[in-house]
């Protein structure tokens, strides 16, 4: 079984072969594919510019998607730059994963007024989110869906709050044109072609004086929606240019992960000085795993009102680079950023698939790229693989 499958989640749309003929609608259709979102009641939420990246928000328009923009990312460093052409969805990735709309940062659990036995209901947002419609989901996005997935509705605790917001998402992916300099998602084989767990799937074409998608539906919802529009079955030119832009996306990805026997690598490797190495240049400002679209853990917190008389429990997003994330009676178990970036890096990439069956990394490069230091993952795994097997003494005399 192929890794693409072992993310699918058991409730995720499969998709119908009968509905999986591509058509094309061109640029002009784009506004009436959102107005059709919104008139089935979803809130549409999609890529807009702000603060000089692109973040997910509400979107009514197509002028309000980053109409010829596009990214450019390496180690530490991000930056929006024009294009010269109008695309709507010329870029990789902005900081922000779909997380903070399936998994707010932070949940109100519940509230109290002293003398009181009975607990408030859950409040809103919580109890009756909105139906949303996401746009330019991209293959690695979905898959860190698919994790998460797993992670809140597939054992025996099912995350309520998680569910609520879960259920009823349309998904519309777009097929990136384009690798990021920290992308590697070809190397984890989750990208850059979304191939399942979409309601509809887009691929943007520019070319010869034209601008229009090829686009698929992945499930009887999604064919409804493009039933909608003014579309023409896509002719073998138009397949093949939708088909060419993906594979040069995967030809040019700017990372790569040796992915043969990581988790047996990184598991005998536990002491391998390269840890400490990275515990120099590490800040355990937690911003890797704010970004990153599979990370989960959350705390909980409780606090009062300056009269004693009401207390509410929070659950907050956090992070296993705090000091407080492993503390127990006595102190932090894991007091070193040593540790701390060493458990990062082997959930990522070896327990998680203990846990969950697979990788937790889909190879999106978002902790490349927002890391104040640039610390590379890829790069840091590369360092082990390299002296793999050296002895320590080898090591400390090459
Ligand atoms: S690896 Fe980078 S982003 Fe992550 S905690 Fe260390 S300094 Fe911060
Ligand atoms: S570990 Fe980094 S590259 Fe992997 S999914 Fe998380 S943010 Fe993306």
Redesign the pocket.
């Not at 590490?282 to 890797?288: Q, R, S």
């Given at each position: 079984m192929t890794q693409r499958r072992q993310n699918r989640p058991p409730h995720s749309p499969s998709p119908r072969a009968a509905d999986r003929g591509r058509v094309r609608f061109d640029r002009p259709e784009f506004g009436r594919l959102l107005g059709g979102l919104a008139a089935q009641g979803y809130q549409v939420i999609g890529p807009t510019v702000r603060d000089g990246a692109l973040v997910y928000a509400s979107v009514t328009s197509p002028d309000e998607l980053p109409v010829g923009w596009t990214d450019e990312q390496t180690g530490g460093s991000y930056c929006l730059k024009r294009r010269n052409d109008a695309a709507l969805f010329g870029y990789t990735l902005g900081p922000q994963a779909w997380k903070p709309y399936l998994h707010p940062p932070t949940v109100r659990l519940w509230r109290a007024r002293a003398g009181h036995r009975e607990l408030d209901r859950l409040p809103e947002p919580a109890a009756d989110p909105p139906k949303y419609a996401f746009l330019g989901v991209r293959a690695c996005e979905l898959q860190a869906i698919a994790i998460q997935d797993k992670v809140f509705l597939g054992g025996d605790f099912v995350d309520p709050w998680y569910r609520r917001r879960r259920e009823g998402v349309f998904l519309v992916a777009v097929h990136c044109g384009q690798a990021g300099g920290t992308c590697f998602c070809a190397s984890l084989n989750t990208g850059p072609k979304a191939t399942f767990g979409f309601d509809l799937a887009l691929t943007e074409v520019i070319e010869a004086g034209r601008h229009y998608f090829v686009a698929e539906s992945g499930t009887d919802r999604g064919a409804a929606v493009l039933r909608d529009l003014s579309t023409q079955p896509a002719t073998p030119a138009e397949l093949a240019a939708a088909d060419r832009i993906v594979a040069d996306a995967a030809a040019h990805m700017g990372r790569e992960l040796d992915t043969r026997g990581l988790k047996e690598l990184l598991t005998r490797n536990y002491e391998h000085p390269r840890w400490d190495d990275v515990a120099g240049r590490?800040?355990?400002?937690?911003?890797?795993t704010m970004v990153c679209p599979t990370c989960f853990c959350t705390t909980v917190e409780e606090v009062t009102d300056l009269t004693g008389e009401h207390a509410q429990r929070w659950r907050k997003w956090d992070s296993c680079?705090t000091t407080e994330f492993s503390f127990i009676h006595g102190g932090s178990v894991r007091a070193s950023p040593r540790s701390r970036?060493r458990q990062w890096l082997t959930h990522k990439l070896a327990t998680w698939y203990d846990q969950f069956g697979t990788a937790g990394c889909v190879g999106c490069g978002r902790?490349i790229a927002?890391?104040?230091?640039g610390?590379d993952l890829t790069e840091e795994v590369r360092a082990i693989r390299r002296s793999d097997g050296v002895t320590l003494a080898q090591q400390l005399t090459a």
């Open positions: 590490c800040l355990t400002c937690a911003n890797c680079f970036y902790c927002w890391c104040p230091v610390i």
